[in-house]
């Protein structure tokens, strides 16, 4: 009997000096799953929040991805006028935003919350120990995801907090999508096929081996 897949796509938006990276992973409904990285993305530089949720539309709107994909975005910068906008634009979308902290627990709302920099990272972390993540061969961005996962340091201050950034001259926006990502995975509620959307058809959804057989990672060349 074939299983169902459910993706999460983790999207971290730009600021000055940074892009806007997305992750894509790919799970099916079990305890403990092993993940798979489908897509890794970064935007042009600059490019405006307000386009971002017309790029994403198309792909979220066919298969695999319909009915059955969570959007994790960091809320931190942004600010709610953004997010407002990405949920006006893809309401058919389950959205969490996200708001990275420097706290000790999640605090918020179930769509809106507040996540120690410290959960997000750990969660990699974990499931990267535990052997959990697959990563699609030839990947666009694999090389420099690979890059900022070995530059990514955990500082103690004098009094004993840890921090966590990228080294010096290096990016996280592309371990913070997968991070985004992972994290919601974990503690979220994932998209229900059809639940939300009454009145679409019910097609059926290929199966990851199907997808497979037909050219997979040309679907996620984005």
Not at 10 to 29: C, N, S, V
Not at 38 to 63: I, K, S
Not at 73 to 82: S, Y
């Amino acid at each position: 009997m074939a299983t169902t897949a459910y993706y999460v796509l983790g999207l971290d938006p730009g600021q000055a000096a940074d892009p806007t990276a997305l992750a894509l992973i790919e799970l099916d409904q079990v305890q403990q799953p092993t993940y798979r990285l489908r897509g890794l993305h970064r935007f042009p530089l600059n490019t405006p929040y307000t386009e971002l949720p017309l790029a994403l539309e198309q792909r979220l709107r066919e298969p695999p991805l319909a009915n059955h994909t969570s959007l994790a975005i960091d809320a931190t910068g942004v600010g709610a006028p953004v997010i407002d906008h990405f949920r006006e634009q893809l309401p058919q979308i389950p959205l969490y935003a996200i708001t990275i902290t420097a706290g000790a627990s999640v605090t918020g709302g179930h769509n809106d919350p507040h996540v120690p920099k410290r959960d997000l990272i750990s969660i990699t972390s974990v499931i990267l120990e535990q052997r959990r993540l697959r990563v699609a061969e030839n990947m666009r961005d694999t090389d420099a995801l690979t890059d900022e996962l070995l530059a990514y340091r955990r500082t103690t201050t004098d009094r004993g907090n840890d921090t966590y950034a990228a080294a010096a001259g290096s990016h996280d926006d592309l371990v913070l999508a997968l991070s985004l990502a992972l994290w919601t995975a974990e503690h979220k509620p994932l998209a229900r096929p059809y639940r939300h959307y009454r009145g679409l058809p019910q097609g059926r959804i290929p199966t990851f081996e199907e997808i497979a057989m037909q050219g997979y990672k040309r679907l996620y060349n984005w």
